[in-house]
Protein backbone atom coordinates (compact mmCIF):
# COMPACT_ATOMS: atom_id res chain seq x y z
CA UNK A 1 0.00 0.00 0.00
CA UNK A 2 1.51 3.37 -1.42
CA UNK A 3 0.32 6.98 -0.07
CA UNK A 4 -0.07 9.14 -3.01
CA UNK A 5 -0.48 12.89 -2.98
CA UNK A 6 -2.42 14.57 -5.74
CA UNK A 7 -2.35 18.01 -6.81
CA UNK A 8 -5.27 18.87 -9.24
CA UNK A 9 -4.43 22.54 -11.00
CA UNK A 10 -1.76 23.45 -8.83
CA UNK A 11 -1.15 27.30 -9.45
CA UNK A 12 1.26 28.31 -6.88
CA UNK A 13 5.07 26.80 -7.21
CA UNK A 14 6.10 27.39 -3.60
CA UNK A 15 3.11 25.43 -2.69
CA UNK A 16 4.09 22.58 -5.03
CA UNK A 17 7.64 22.90 -3.94
CA UNK A 18 6.55 22.56 -0.37
CA UNK A 19 4.67 19.40 -1.29
CA UNK A 20 7.01 18.14 -2.72
CA UNK A 21 9.34 18.23 0.32
CA UNK A 22 6.89 16.76 2.62
CA UNK A 23 6.37 13.87 -0.05
CA UNK A 24 10.13 13.02 -0.02
CA UNK A 25 9.57 13.40 3.90
CA UNK A 26 6.58 11.06 4.04
CA UNK A 27 7.56 8.75 1.16
CA UNK A 28 4.64 9.95 -0.96
CA UNK A 29 4.60 10.00 -4.87
CA UNK A 30 3.08 12.76 -5.96
CA UNK A 31 0.80 12.94 -9.19
CA UNK A 32 0.39 16.24 -10.93
CA UNK A 33 -2.56 17.04 -13.00
CA UNK A 34 -2.43 19.73 -15.94
CA UNK A 35 -2.65 22.63 -16.18
CA UNK A 36 0.00 23.79 -13.41
CA UNK A 37 0.10 27.31 -12.95
CA UNK A 38 4.30 27.08 -13.62
CA UNK A 39 7.32 25.25 -14.95
CA UNK A 40 8.55 22.56 -12.86
CA UNK A 41 11.73 23.62 -13.36
CA UNK A 42 10.66 27.16 -12.12
CA UNK A 43 13.49 28.75 -9.68
CA UNK A 44 10.36 29.15 -6.82
CA UNK A 45 9.29 25.82 -7.20
CA UNK A 46 13.22 24.02 -6.26
CA UNK A 47 13.61 26.80 -4.13
CA UNK A 48 10.86 25.37 -2.23
CA UNK A 49 11.88 21.71 -2.55
CA UNK A 50 15.10 22.59 -1.22
CA UNK A 51 17.73 19.89 -0.99
CA UNK A 52 15.62 17.26 -1.66
CA UNK A 53 14.47 18.07 -5.13
CA UNK A 54 16.55 14.99 -6.41
CA UNK A 55 14.58 12.43 -4.29
CA UNK A 56 11.22 13.00 -5.50
CA UNK A 57 9.52 10.48 -7.16
CA UNK A 58 6.06 12.46 -9.78
CA UNK A 59 4.16 11.61 -12.06
CA UNK A 60 2.57 14.69 -14.43
CA UNK A 61 -0.83 13.75 -16.23
CA UNK A 62 -3.10 15.54 -18.68
CA UNK A 63 -5.95 15.67 -16.95
CA UNK A 64 -8.39 13.95 -14.29
CA UNK A 65 -9.12 11.56 -16.73
CA UNK A 66 -5.68 9.98 -17.98
CA UNK A 67 -4.54 10.35 -14.12
CA UNK A 68 -7.63 8.04 -13.27
CA UNK A 69 -6.98 5.08 -16.66
CA UNK A 70 -3.59 4.79 -14.77
CA UNK A 71 -4.05 4.52 -11.40
CA UNK A 72 -6.07 2.19 -9.58
CA UNK A 73 -6.80 2.40 -5.52
CA UNK A 74 -8.45 4.54 -2.92
CA UNK A 75 -9.37 7.70 -3.52
CA UNK A 76 -9.85 10.72 -0.89
CA UNK A 77 -10.54 13.88 -1.88
CA UNK A 78 -10.02 16.84 0.18
CA UNK A 79 -12.46 20.15 -0.33
CA UNK A 80 -13.75 22.74 1.52
CA UNK A 81 -17.36 20.97 0.75
CA UNK A 82 -16.63 17.83 2.58
CA UNK A 83 -18.95 16.92 4.90
CA UNK A 84 -16.86 14.35 7.16
CA UNK A 85 -12.85 14.86 8.82
CA UNK A 86 -9.85 13.34 7.63
CA UNK A 87 -9.63 11.61 11.48
CA UNK A 88 -12.49 9.83 10.85
CA UNK A 89 -10.41 7.82 7.92
CA UNK A 90 -9.21 4.49 8.26
CA UNK A 91 -6.37 4.19 5.57
CA UNK A 92 -6.16 0.45 6.45
CA UNK A 93 -9.70 -0.20 5.32
CA UNK A 94 -7.93 0.30 1.79
CA UNK A 95 -6.17 -3.11 2.51
CA UNK A 96 -3.84 -3.68 -0.31
CA UNK A 97 -5.26 -0.63 -2.27
CA UNK A 98 -2.84 2.68 -3.39
CA UNK A 99 -4.49 5.91 -1.29
CA UNK A 100 -4.65 9.20 -3.29
CA UNK A 101 -5.10 12.14 -1.38
CA UNK A 102 -6.45 14.42 -4.11
CA UNK A 103 -6.32 18.30 -3.36
CA UNK A 104 -7.63 21.05 -5.82
CA UNK A 105 -5.99 24.56 -6.87
CA UNK A 106 -5.54 27.18 -4.91
CA UNK A 107 -8.18 29.43 -5.95
CA UNK A 108 -11.11 27.30 -6.77
CA UNK A 109 -10.22 23.29 -5.39
CA UNK A 110 -11.37 20.34 -7.60
CA UNK A 111 -13.67 20.63 -10.31
CA UNK A 112 -17.68 20.14 -8.92
CA UNK A 113 -18.50 17.85 -11.25
CA UNK A 114 -15.79 15.20 -10.06
CA UNK A 115 -16.27 16.09 -6.41
CA UNK A 116 -20.06 15.32 -6.70
CA UNK A 117 -19.50 11.59 -8.22
CA UNK A 118 -17.23 11.18 -5.36
CA UNK A 119 -19.39 12.20 -2.59
CA UNK A 120 -18.85 9.72 -0.36
CA UNK A 121 -14.84 10.21 -0.53
CA UNK A 122 -15.03 13.86 0.14
CA UNK A 123 -13.61 15.27 3.59
CA UNK A 124 -12.98 18.53 4.78
CA UNK A 125 -9.81 19.50 7.70
CA UNK A 126 -12.27 20.81 10.23
CA UNK A 127 -11.53 24.67 10.96
CA UNK A 128 -13.32 27.80 12.56
CA UNK A 129 -15.98 29.53 10.73
CA UNK A 130 -13.65 32.43 9.35
CA UNK A 131 -11.31 30.81 7.02
CA UNK A 132 -12.77 29.07 3.55
CA UNK A 133 -9.75 26.37 4.05
CA UNK A 134 -6.21 26.08 5.05
CA UNK A 135 -3.21 26.47 3.17
CA UNK A 136 -2.57 23.98 -0.08
CA UNK A 137 0.76 22.49 1.13
CA UNK A 138 -0.62 22.44 4.69
CA UNK A 139 -3.57 20.46 4.31
CA UNK A 140 -1.39 18.23 2.38
CA UNK A 141 1.33 17.79 5.06
CA UNK A 142 -1.51 17.26 7.37
CA UNK A 143 -3.13 14.00 5.70
CA UNK A 144 0.09 12.64 4.47
CA UNK A 145 1.25 12.79 8.28
CA UNK A 146 -2.42 11.22 9.16
CA UNK A 147 -1.95 8.70 6.26
CA UNK A 148 1.62 7.31 7.07
CA UNK A 149 1.24 7.64 11.52
CA UNK A 150 -1.75 4.96 10.73
CA UNK A 151 -0.08 2.65 8.00
CA UNK A 152 2.59 2.44 10.27
CA UNK A 153 5.43 2.56 7.43
CA UNK A 154 9.04 1.41 7.95
CA UNK A 155 10.26 4.16 5.94
CA UNK A 156 9.39 6.93 7.97
CA UNK A 157 11.24 7.19 11.59
CA UNK A 158 10.50 9.37 14.74
CA UNK A 159 13.55 10.71 15.25
CA UNK A 160 16.80 12.46 13.95
CA UNK A 161 18.19 10.83 11.26
CA UNK A 162 22.07 9.21 12.01
CA UNK A 163 23.19 10.73 8.24
CA UNK A 164 22.23 14.63 10.35
CA UNK A 165 22.68 14.73 14.05
CA UNK A 166 21.35 11.52 15.09
CA UNK A 167 19.11 10.14 17.65
CA UNK A 168 20.90 10.89 20.69
CA UNK A 169 22.18 14.30 19.58
CA UNK A 170 20.42 16.62 22.63
CA UNK A 171 21.55 13.95 25.11
CA UNK A 172 25.43 14.11 24.26
CA UNK A 173 25.91 17.50 22.89
CA UNK A 174 28.01 19.95 24.67
CA UNK A 175 25.83 22.96 25.25
CA UNK A 176 29.16 25.44 25.82
CA UNK A 177 31.10 24.53 22.70
CA UNK A 178 28.14 24.95 20.58
CA UNK A 179 27.41 28.38 21.86
CA UNK A 180 31.15 29.44 21.67
CA UNK A 181 31.33 28.26 18.05
CA UNK A 182 27.85 30.20 17.30
CA UNK A 183 29.47 33.42 19.08
CA UNK A 184 33.11 32.78 16.86
CA UNK A 185 30.55 32.91 13.32
CA UNK A 186 28.72 36.03 14.42
CA UNK A 187 32.01 37.67 15.43
CA UNK A 188 30.94 38.31 19.08
Given at each position: ???????????????????????????????????????????????????????????????????????????????????????????????????????GSESSGIAYDILKDNIDDCY???????????????????????????LNDDIVIDHEPDMY????????????????????????
Amino acid sequence: MKINVVLYHPEIPQNTGNIMRSCVGFNCKLHLIKPLGFSLDEKHLRRSAVDYYDYINYEVYEDFDDFKSKNDGQYYFLTRYGKKSPSSINFKDAKDKNIYLIFGSESSGIAYDILKDNIDDCYRIPTTDKVRSLNLSNCAAIMMFLASEQLNDDIVIDHEPDMYKGEDFIETVDINSLEDRFKEYKGV
